[in-house]
């Protein structure tokens, strides 16, 4: 297993709009229970910071719970959202609070740990931030750690446990992204109806996706 932190800076250090929809395909890779868990994602939410009434770090809120979205872009940023946990990556530069939300993956490697991690099968088990977290036994653990990039084949025994991992080798490219408002973001004038939620259409592992929007032809052919 190879890894390179300086690539791994350099693509999340941009704009967060831009990494919300660069992260879409993208290969998610943990290491859980001596196994590996992983899956590509397929839905995205932009936080843009000071100026953002639904992010955390808006108008330079600063708290100890919040002291990951100003680290370096990377950087992962769980909190809590009615028990459940929530995966943010940070991007922009340092004492920047920007942020992409991952809220869908669709399983690849692992599914049937992750099915056992749910208690759910099909569609259920990742089409939402607070499930796929819970598959994929992500927790306050990681908070604070960095995202590192594979390269070449994985090794597991070289693996970290609490760290997040992205296997661009291995990524897929999303067919079409559909954008729209962020979920659950009430009261926050404009910026609740802001378009800065993405995701992979058609594709099941969606949050709110309907069954008759589901296709088998959601990724680009390799």
């Not at 800076?9 to 929809?21: G, Y």
């Not at 100003?70 to 990556?89: D, S």
Request: net charge positive; with cysteine.
């Amino acid at each position: 297993m190879q890894k390179n932190k300086n690539k791994s800076k350099n693509f999340f250090e941009q704009d967060t709009v831009s990494l919300a929809k660069e992260l879409l395909g993208k290969l998610i890779v943990v290491k859980s229970r001596e196994e590996i868990l992983s899956g590509y994602i397929t839905e995205t939410e932009a936080y843009l910071g000071v100026v953002d009434k639904a992010c955390h770090g808006y108008n330079g809120k600063r708290t100890p719970k919040v002291e990951a979205l100003y680290q370096e872009a990377g950087t992962v940023y769980i909190y809590t959202m009615h028990t459940h946990k929530m995966l943010n990556i940070v991007s922009c530069e340092k004492d920047n609070p920007q942020a992409v939300l991952i809220r869908g993956i669709e399983p690849d490697t692992g599914k049937e740990i992750m099915e056992e991690n749910r208690g759910k099968t099909g569609v259920l088990i990742t089409n939402g931030p607070g499930k796929l977290t819970k598959a994929m036994g992500i927790n306050d653990k990681f908070n604070m750690s960095k995202v590192e990039i594979l390269r070449g084949k994985i090794d597991i025994k070289e693996m970290k446990e609490n760290t997040i991992y992205i296997d661009f080798e291995k990524s897929k490219n999303p067919l079409k992204i559909e954008v729209s408002a962020r979920i659950g973001i009430p009261d926050k004038g404009v910026w609740t109806k802001k378009p800065l939620r993405f995701y992979v259409a058609g594709n099941g592992y969606v949050s709110g996706m309907r069954k008759s929007e589901y296709t088998d032809k959601c990724w680009k052919d390799l």
